[in-house]
C-alpha cells in the first residue's frame, strides 16, 4: 500500500531523542508500583464512596512524582532543542544557542535568557583517587548532558537553518500536567479527611 507524501512537506530526517536520568526512571516505577498496589488494596478492601475517596491518597503521590521525576525530559529534536521541566516547556531552536553551563546540570545560554533543565540537574562531586594515589573532590558527570553537548557539537547545516529567523525560542506553561496534579491533590485532601479516626 502506498502512501501520498506531499514532496515539499519538511522532512524530518532524525528521530526525537529522549533523555533522563536512570535515577529518576527507578524512583518513578518503584513508586508507582507502590501506589498501584495502595489504590488496589484500599479498592479491594473498602469499595465504597470513602474508598474511592481514600484511594485519592496514593494517586495523589503518584502524580506528584510523575511531574516530578517521569514527565521532565530534555529532547534533542532534527532542528531543536526541547527543555521539558515540570512547570514550563522550552523550545529552543539550535542556532539560537549561545553555549551551555553544565556546573549545576545543563543550563542552555541563548541571547535573551538562559534556562536550565530540570531532568538533567547536577550530579555534584565525587571523592577520587589521582594519579599520586590522593583523594580528590572532582565533578561527577552527568552522561545525559555530556549526550546535548556531543549532539550540539556534531549538528550540521541543515539542522542549524533558521530561513528568515522564523523560528524562535518558545514557552509554554504544562497546563494540563499542572491541573492534573492539582485535581489529585484536592483529591487527596478529601482522602484525609474521609480516613476513619
Not at 507524501?5 to 533522563?20: F, G, I, M
Not at 464512596?49 to 481514600?54: E, I, N, S, Y
Not at 531543536?80 to 546540570?105: R, Y
Not at 555530556?146 to 541543515?158: E, I, K, N, S
Request: hydrophobic letters at 45%.
Amino acid at each position: 500500500m502506498m502512501t501520498n507524501r506531499d514532496p515539499n512537506a519538511e522532512q524530518d530526517v532524525s528521530p526525537v531523542v529522549t533523555l533522563r536520568t536512570t535515577g529518576s526512571t527507578v524512583l518513578f516505577f518503584t513508586i508507582s508500583a507502590i501506589c498501584a498496589l495502595g489504590v488496589g488494596s484500599i479498592v479491594a478492601g473498602d469499595f465504597t464512596f470513602r474508598g474511592l475517596v481514600v484511594a485519592g491518597v496514593p494517586v495523589a503521590v503518584f502524580m506528584i512524582v510523575f511531574a516530578l521525576y517521569r514527565f521532565p525530559r530534555v529532547e534533542l529534536r532534527h532542528q531543536e532543542l526541547a527543555l521539558i521541566n515540570p512547570l514550563q516547556s522550552i523550545v529552543i531552536p539550535w542556532n539560537l544557542i549561545d553555549g551551555f553551563d553544565t556546573h549545576f546540570g545543563l543550563n542552555v545560554r541563548t541571547p535573551e535568557a538562559s534556562y536550565s533543565s530540570w531532568p538533567l540537574a547536577g550530579r555534584g562531586k565525587k571523592m577520587e583517587k589521582d594519579e599520586h594515589g590522593i583523594r580528590r573532590l572532582i565533578e561527577n558527570p552527568n552522561p545525559s548532558v555530556d549526550a546535548v553537548l556531543d549532539h550540539f557539537a556534531g549538528l550540521g547545516d541543515d539542522e542549524l537553518a533558521n530561513p528568515r529567523g522564523l523560528r524562535t525560542v518558545t514557552t509554554t506553561w504544562n497546563v494540563g500536567l499542572i491541573a492534573a496534579v492539582i485535581g489529585t491533590l484536592i483529591w487527596a485532601v478529601f482522602g484525609f479527611a474521609a480516613v476513619p479516626g
